[in-house]
Structures are given as C-alpha cells and as structure tokens.
C-alpha cells in the first residue's frame, strides 16, 4: 500500500448509511472498491479488489456477521478492518476486539471520523 488515495471497501447493510459513507470517502479524495450489504458479497468481492482498508458494519445481511467475515478477511491476511457500529455491548465488543481491528467508528460515521480513520492507517504505512 502506498500513501496517497486509498481503496476502501465498504461493508453495510443499510444503504442510506452506506450511501453516507461512500460520500464522506469520495470527498475525502479517496475511492469506494466497491460497496456490499453481507459478508458473503464482501468475501467475493475481496477476490479481485485489493482494497487498502475495509470499512464494515457489525450487524449484516446474509449469515455471516462483520465479526466472523473479518475473522475469515484476517485468515486470509486481508486489509485491514475497521469496524463503524452503534453495538457496544460488552459481548458484542470483545467479539470484536477479538479480530484485533484497526478502530472502532461510532454510527452515524462522521466525515472527521473517516479522515481520523484514513490518517491512522496512512501513518502506519
């Protein structure tokens, strides 16, 4: 990964909050991959994307949950993940830090939260 614009993918269920976040990346001056609803579609689309960082919801469509589709993106050695959720309950929270993530982002995903975010992992690089 090299710094500069970054490929995100986004992983969210609700299209109104995905559509929110989407805008918040572009303007920011970096590119939405692609934009899924499951973990499934999110595991397909990883395939061929090579996304920079996974920007994914806790609660999805289909039957696996963000949790368990970043334990298998981890598995895979994937990009890295960060969680935007409003679940913070104790046993939803330590599922989830299980996975070790880059961040937590709180819902509704704020235009400071994603640059926060983008500054973070271009630091690391």
Do not use: C, N, W
């Given at each position: 990964m090299s710094?500069?614009?970054?490929?995100i993918?986004?992983?969210?269920?609700?299209?109104?909050?995905?559509?929110?976040?989407?805008?918040?990346?572009k303007n920011l001056g970096h590119r939405v991959g692609a934009s899924v609803a499951s973990g499934?579609?999110?595991?397909?689309v990883l395939q061929g994307l090579r996304p920079d960082l996974v920007l994914?919801?806790?609660?999805?469509?289909?039957?696996?949950?963000?949790?368990?589709?970043?334990?298998l993106i981890r598995a895979q050695n994937g990009p890295p993940v960060a969680?935007?959720?409003?679940y913070t309950d104790p046993e939803t929270m330590a599922?989830?830090?299980?996975?070790e993530p880059l961040a937590f982002l709180p819902?509704?995903?704020?235009?400071?939260?994603i640059k926060a975010l983008?500054?973070?992992?271009?630091a690391a690089l």
């Open positions: 710094p500069g614009p970054l490929t993918l986004v992983v969210e269920d609700e299209r109104i909050i995905s559509l929110a976040m989407e805008m918040h990346i499934e579609d999110a595991l397909a994914m919801d806790i609660h999805l469509q289909g039957e696996l949950d963000g949790i368990e589709t970043t334990r969680y935007a959720t409003a599922r989830a830090l299980s996975t819902k509704p995903v704020s235009p400071g939260d983008v500054q973070r992992l271009l």
